[in-house]
């Protein structure tokens, strides 16, 4: 009886990411943390972009002690200034990035009449405008370079309202779109764009929810798979939107919500 063939081989062709460079934001926590690590045990060197230093700090060490080449940037997305800069200084770590995940995001969400300037303005220069600028930066180059991927972590809130949607669900009804027109822009010259969908994530992000265990338990029961998110649910499905296999995916949403989001 021969042996059973090791599948190592066929599943790195498929999922490899050696020799690929990767910008996580917001990747100091959360959602963006679990991807940063993913990509990095996959095999790319990680540049994560956040503000606190601390945080920074601590996910470089982690993904160091497993192996993976990181670096991390601090900068405050809600500029445009800082954007600019954070971009270059992740671009001169290990050279211009195959793969750029926007996880970065603010959560502020007043009732409708009470909604001011203020924080529509903030909501979208960090949920909208910084992945759109970091595209503007990095797509073209990956287009001249025949591959790249451009990953925006999106919500419910871009396809349905509910808890108080606000700005942040205007926000990410754009990211949505924005991953639609990046796809129509570059995905003839290998670069695709897509969106990640998370439901209800127990995360620094969702940290209001969080504190009402009633709410928590109803937001879980209305999933299929009877739980709410992990921060580390989406290490796989980014793996595949960044890697090889992922060519002919692009301008989609990806729902990774326990099938909250099918009934």
């Not at 926000?171 to 695709?192: F, N, P, Y």
Request: charged share 20%.
């Amino acid at each position: 009886m021969s042996e059973q063939p090791s599948p190592a081989p066929y599943l790195t062709t498929l999922f490899s990411l050696v020799g690929r460079v990767a910008v996580v934001t917001g990747g100091s926590s959360g959602i963006g943390r679990a991807i940063a690590g993913a990509l990095g045990r996959a095999g790319a060197a990680v540049v994560v972009v956040a503000r606190r230093e601390g945080e920074l700090d601590g996910t470089v060490r982690e993904l160091r002690g497993q192996g993976c080449r990181a670096a991390r940037v601090s900068a405050d997305l809600g500029s445009r200034a800082e954007v600019a800069r954070a971009a270059e200084e992740a671009a001169a770590v290990f050279g211009e990035p195959d793969i750029v995940v926007s996880a970065a995001g603010i959560n502020l969400r007043p009732p409708m009449d009470e909604l001011g300037r203020e924080v529509w303005d903030a909501t979208m220069a960090v949920n909208l405008e910084a992945p759109f600028l970091l595209g503007q930066r990095f797509g073209p180059v990956m287009a001249e370079r025949g591959f790249g991927r451009l990953i925006h972590i999106a919500s419910q809130q871009a396809f349905r309202a509910f808890v108080s949607s606000g700005a942040y669900g205007v926000s990410k009804a754009g990211l949505v779109a924005l991953a639609r027109s990046q796809a129509e822009a570059w995905s003839g010259r290998g670069v695709t764009a897509n969106t990640l969908v998370p439901g209800f994530v127990m995360t620094p992000l969702n940290a209001r929810l969080s504190s009402d265990p009633e709410r928590v338990r109803a937001l879980a029961a209305r999933t299929m798979t009877g739980r709410n998110g992990l921060a580390e649910d989406f290490a796989g499905a980014a793996v595949f939107l960044a890697s090889p296999s992922a060519a002919q995916v692009t301008g989609q949403s990806l729902f990774v919500d326990g099938g909250f989001s099918a009934h």
